[in-house]
């Protein structure tokens, strides 16, 4: 080695060591801090009841500057130590990334040449630019930050990235790689550029050990972050003052509503009018049921009457199994022929493995380009399947539409699916076409509805709402459809939701 680049190695050798001393010093304080107060366990707390299914419930995003080439204590590699760490964030909680990469090949991948360049842009107050576009920070719940350690800073492209992006009232969790410095500086470098930034001090690890002992060090990333991301979901709860509950995609949805499955354009466009005009606020069609256009006439025609508006209704439809290649053509295709601009709620009719996942993604895309606001599935019957679409999704499915009724109430599923925010609705909640009999029949069910005065209809669909199920029931029947909405005005004891709940049967009405 040249004598000039011994002097080099030896004086970043010589301060990484005094780094390390300062580092140590300043993380045995640490710890005596936390022994200090008591050492109440308030992580462990905090964390003990996390559900390893569960993916995260906010929007992230990582940000991060690394280098590749040869490394500090490792030699060459193709991936720096901070790329390691960040990737490791966004795999366990879904964040977006957006890597701070210089615009030009401006640093060498020799670590001599490289220690040069940087002291240089340190001493001379460099901006090196990055390439790329920053996503809109407006979008994330909270921001990952992640850097290495240059001379006990900043590299000066992170103060580019800093001067460029206002993080004002943004919460920012700031993370290194490092040979000893920890955080370093950087917190008091954030607060410096923007004072109203709420940041909070993330991970900092040995930037060798990322490389040599990634099982361990990712290890260490998801203990750290099961403390920082939440990933509890609020259970959905129905508002009967106002016949609405809260979605976690944040919009309100009736909790009563017309099915239209089974009716013809003409017959669909009279039961949407009919229940519009008799209190319904919630529609249910589907392409495959080939009903959208007159779905989409029967709301046309109650607007123009002056009966809703398009704000105050709802208005769901499902992309068909064939179609999930082709999410985007198919979601544009159900606008079209129901003649909206958006769709309250649009839902994957069937799981199906292969593709379900595609199809998913393209109704979150839809999302952001305002032509649906919630997303929803239908069919899925396993909890595991369940959880495989929800671990792959952006945005969690606000509903899961299944088919659910007084032989078959969902119990598991539901509560499984509480955890998500998600909020089960019925499809057969009076049995469905030709099995309405059976239930209305039923002693327990025909004996609750005369104790009130109200028909088995009436008494099934109330029962619906005080489980928890938004309920459509399907009729191509005025009287029919103006009864079903009559179910304000009663409800069922505790003692009658018992005896209804011992009717289970675990047994469905439909085949597939
Ligand atoms: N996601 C899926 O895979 C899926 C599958 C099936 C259904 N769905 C959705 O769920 C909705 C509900 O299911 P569904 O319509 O198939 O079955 P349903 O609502 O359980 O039952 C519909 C049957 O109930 C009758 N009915 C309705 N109100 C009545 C009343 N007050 N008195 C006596 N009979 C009454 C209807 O007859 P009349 O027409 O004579 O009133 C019809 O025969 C569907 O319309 C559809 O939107 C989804
Ligand atoms: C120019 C330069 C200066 C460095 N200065 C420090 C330092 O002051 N303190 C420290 O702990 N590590 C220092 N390091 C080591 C790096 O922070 C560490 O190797 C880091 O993990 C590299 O991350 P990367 O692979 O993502 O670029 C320095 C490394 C370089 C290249």
Not at 473 to 491: K, L, M, Q, R, T
């Amino acid at each position: 080695m040249p004598l000039h680049q011994r002097g080099f190695v030896l004086k970043t050798a010589l301060l990484l060591v005094a780094i390390a001393i300062i580092a140590a010093i300043g993380a045995g304080a640490f710890l005596l801090m936390h022994h200090d107060d008591g050492g109440n366990g308030k992580a462990e707390d905090d964390g003990g009841d996390v559900d390893p299914v569960l993916p995260a419930s906010g929007k992230y995003l990582v940000a991060f500057f690394s280098r590749d080439g040869e490394q500090y204590d490792v030699g060459v590699v193709d991936k720096g130590n901070t790329a390691i760490v960040a990737e490791m964030i966004s795999e366990y909680i879904g964040a977006d990334v957006f890597e701070i990469k210089p615009k030009d090949d401006r640093y060498p991948r020799t670590y001599t040449e490289l220690t040069e360049v940087a002291k240089a842009e340190r001493e001379n107050g460099a901006r090196p630019e990055y390439a790329g576009t920053v996503p809109d920070l407006s979008a994330y719940d909270r921001i990952f930050i992640g850097s290495p350690v240059w001379w006990g800073d900043w590299p000066m492209i992170m103060y580019t990235f800093f001067e460029d992006n206002d993080l004002s009232g943004k919460k920012v969790t700031i993370f290194s790689t490092h040979a000893g410095s920890g955080l370093s500086t950087f917190h008091e470098n954030l607060k410096k550029i923007h004072p109203g930034c709420d940041v909070a001090d993330g991970i900092a690890v040995r930037g060798s050990d990322a490389q040599k002992s990634p099982e361990a060090v990712k290890a260490q990333v998801r203990e750290w972050l099961d403390d920082v991301v939440p990933r509890g979901y609020q259970a959905p709860v129905f508002n009967f003052e106002k016949g609405t509950v809260k979605l976690n995609s944040g919009y309100d949805m009736p909790i009563l509503g017309i099915g239209t499955y089974a009716l013809s354009n003409e017959q669909a466009e009279n039961s949407v009018y009919w229940a519009l005009r008799d209190g319904f606020r919630l529609i249910d069609t589907a392409r495959i049921y080939g009903n959208e256009t007159g779905v989409g006439k029967g709301i046309q025609r109650a607007i123009d009457e002056g009966i809703v508006t398009r704000g105050e209704i709802f208005v769901t439809t499902k992309m068909w199994t064939a179609d999930y290649g082709n999410g985007e053509s198919a979601i544009q295709g159900s606008l079209n022929r129901l003649g909206l601009d958006y769709v309250d709620l649009m839902i994957l009719h069937h799981s199906q493995p292969r593709n379900d996942v595609s199809a998913y993604k393209a109704m979150e895309k839809a999302v952001s380009e305002g032509k649906i606001r919630s997303i929803g599935l239908s069919n899925y019957y396993e909890t595991y399947d369940f959880d495989r679409l929800a671990r792959s999704a952006g945005i969690m499915p606000a509903v899961l539409q299944n088919e659910t009724h007084p032989y078959h109430q969902s119990g598991e599923m539901k509560e499984h699916i509480a955890k998500y925010g998600t909020v089960l609705e019925s499809w057969f909640p009076l049995g469905g076409r030709g099995n309405t009999q059976t239930l209305f029949g039923d002693p327990t069910i025909s004996g609750i509805a005369e104790s009130h005065g109200k028909s088995p209809a009436q008494t099934i669909i109330r029962w619906h709402l005080q489980a928890g199920n938004v309920c459509i029931p399907g009729s191509s029947n005025e009287s029919h459809i103006a009864e079903d909405y009559e179910v304000w005005d009663f409800s069922l004891t505790d003692e009658e939701m018992s005896r209804m709940r011992a009717l289970e049967r675990d047994e469905r009405f439909a085949d597939y």
